[in-house]
């Protein structure tokens, strides 16, 4: 089997995938044309093309939250949010993944509450049928502080109410805004409840939040870039990283195109690789970057010499991150008779 083939029929498990930094173009098509049938105006038809970023513009880290401003357009009324939803779902699933946590920030828009976005998401997660297994996590947006409390209430109710379905709850947005000590006690808050947390942590140096972070022990964190001490970190909150064994969630293309990584061979995985920090590749933003979990895959095993047998077994070894712990046995027989049949 060539490598393109292995890692798009290795059954994956992807645990960083943001709804929508995921749309691909076909689905952003479709969601236009779905608008424009109801007589929704959007403005997105300038603007679909600007919806990627590459390694070789001139676009950082901080333009990506602006692109999803785009993808926000399209997925601002119930139905269209749905489409979104399942198309994405079924992409991650044709694309060889049996797994997923997909995750959103409930937002209001002119045509539902912040309630009915998450409840859009969470119903269409369960009543259409799908081969991969589709959890929900729910993201604090650090460029809305005041959200903090009602973003955690509305995860609180929903992981009550549907336990087997929102899993999480988890810190993103532009890295530069806003402190982590403001969402702690909220974050605790919805731990105490039963959420598992995963922050993106690392995404630039601050060895003061990152130390915070670490210290709060989340179930795993994504990036982790400026961590180790030749990419912006120190051996201090290093060493506090891989005594903590706190699983990494990676996005190589991610890091390399939004330049927070200058190439696919200067990324950290290897570091965390070398050293057996818990890491698990992922997306992020699989509509944004242009890429696939099994991409990633594909380019971890080029880049890093990762042997077909290894391969799968890192992906074997992201069934013990996963939030729904129930679920972890089901995936990892499937991974293991995929390693079986295949005598890797
Ligand atoms: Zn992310």
Known sequence: MNLDTLCREMPKIELHAHLNGSLSRSTMLSLQRYLADLGIKDKTNVFINEFQMSSGDSKTLLDAFSLFTIAHELTSVPESLAMATDMTLREFEEDGCCYIELRSTPRQTPHMTHKQYLETIVQTMRNEKFSIIPCLIISINRSSPNDVEMITNLAIEYHRKYPDTVVGIELSGNPAVGRFSHFLPSLTRAREAGLKVTLHCGEIPNQQEITEMLKFRPERIGHGVCIHPNYGGNEEIWQLLCKSQIPV???????????????????????????????????????????????????????????????????????????????????????????????L
């Not at 969630?249 to 939004?258: A, F, P």
């Not at 696939?292 to 890093?304: G, K, M, P, V």
């Open 249 to 343: 969630e990676l996005c190589l293309t991610s890091n390399v195109n939004t330049k927070s990584t200058p190439s696919y061979s200067a990324h950290h995985f290897k570091e965390l690789y070398n050293a057996n920090v818990p890491i698990v590749l992922g997306t992020d933003d699989k509509g944004i970057f242009a890429t696939s979990l099994s991409q990633e895959y594909r380019i971890c095993a080029e880049t890093f010499g990762i042997d077909p047998s290894k391969l799968v077994r890192l992906s074997l070894r992201a069934c013990d991150y996963i939030f729904s712990h129930d679920k972890k046995k089901t995936l990892s027989d499937r991974i293991l008779n995929f390693i079986n049949k295949n005598a």
